[in-house]
């Protein structure tokens, strides 16, 4: 495996690129993003409770992600051995079926070039004294833009709902020229960007309900 360090990551970074051996076989990252949105996902280890009901349940959705144009690629701190004995559970215990790669990120590599590092939990390493990884997601654009970090520590599983939520949300947003309040899901009403003014914000959104110069409701357009 071949990375490079990048510099702190943030919302607009550039993902960083890897190379990496994974369950589907060698990548480049940035080719494996092509003209896709990416979901990066990380566990701290293979065989343990938390991961292996994240896993399943990614697997469950990943038909909803592929219907937004979006892939998934989870990352353990493992090699590949252990994670293909690993799929077979979650497949078991799950009764999904994992079809999306899985990196080999034994070293961490691919683990510190994106920051997954647990560093407030100092006790929670391998055997070798390597710190393991926290649940990170990263919401990768066509751009290859990162928009969304999410990081959770090793004892908390992620919410499904809202990583599909907030892939529904960029790229409404970017389709539409909007931003989404709180709570809000799909059919919901959308906030006008704050960038579109006067005629052109009425000609756009024709039902658009202004509650503050600042703030104003549409329902999504038609189209």
């Known amino acids: 495996m071949a990375t490079e360090r990048a510099a702190p990551l943030r919302l607009g970074s550039i993902a960083p690129n890897f190379q990496a051996d994974t369950t589907k076989g060698p990548i480049d ?6 003209d896709n949105w990416v979901i990066l996902f990380s566990h701290p280890e293979d065989f343990t409770p938390v991961c292996t009901t994240e896993l399943g349940e990614m697997a469950r959705l990943e038909p909803e992600f592929a219907k937004r144009g979006v892939k998934l ?3 353990s701190a493992n090699t590949l051995g252990s994670h293909e004995g690993w799929i077979k559970d979650i497949n078991e215990v799950t009764g999904s079926l994992v079809n999306f790669p899985i990196i080999a990120d034994k070293e961490r590599k691919v683990a510190y070039l994106y920051d997954m ?26 751009k290859k833009t990162i928009r969304t970090i999410l990081s959770y520590p090793a004892s908390t599983g992620r919410n499904s709902a809202e990583i599909l939520r907030i892939i529904d949300s960029l790229q409404t947003g970017d389709k539409h020229k909007v931003t989404t309040p709180i709570n809000w899901v799909p059919g919901d009403d959308v906030i006008v ?26 329902p999504l357009p038609k189209n």
């Open 117 to 142: 590092i647990d560093y407030q939990d100092t006790t929670n390493v391998d055997e070798k004294g390597i710190a393991f990884t926290i649940r990170s997601v990263f919401f990768i654009d066509p």
């Open 29 to 34: 990252f940035h080719e494996f993003i092509g």
């Open 193 to 218: 960007h704050p960038t579109i003014k006067g005629d052109e914000a009425t000609k756009l959104f024709p039902e658009m309900r202004v509650v503050k110069p600042y703030l104003r409701f549409t």
């Open 73 to 75: 690629i989870g990352l």
